[in-house]
């Protein structure tokens, strides 16, 4: 079956760095866009990065210039590496992908705190 497993999150200063990772299996990874989302307390949750089969990217504004979504289709993981953190992007971060209907993840605790 489908599992996607997000791994990376933690406490981190602002200005800080931090890459989570989302770890594929259960479909051919090769074949699918993957995304990364994030529901902050209260909020509800949004598009941060895409990926889609071919490497193309897009993102959320808020993040554009700092947060970069990578995959390896070799490993089947997708990263999305976060810096110059700031406090509005705590949040619980999940792994996505689309096959037939949706599949998401556990979710990552980002903290970003002084």
């Known amino acids: 079956q489908v599992q996607l497993v997000e791994s990376g999150g933690g406490l981190v200063q602002p200005g800080g760095s931090l890459r989570l990772s989302c770890a594929a299996s259960g479909f051919t990874f090769r074949n699918n866009a993957m995304s990364w989302y994030r529901q902050a307390p209260g909020k509800e949750r949004e598009l941060v990065a895409r990926?889609?089969?071919?490497?193309?990217?897009n993102y959320a504004d808020s993040v554009k210039g700092r947060f970069t979504i990578s995959r390896d289709n070799a490993k089947k993981t997708v990263y999305l590496q976060m810096n110059s953190l700031k406090p509005e992007d705590t949040a619980v971060y999940y792994c996505r992908t689309f096959l037939l209907r949706e599949y998401w993840g556990q979710g990552t605790q980002v903290t970003v705190s002084a």
């Open positions: 990926i889609d089969r071919v490497g193309g990217t």
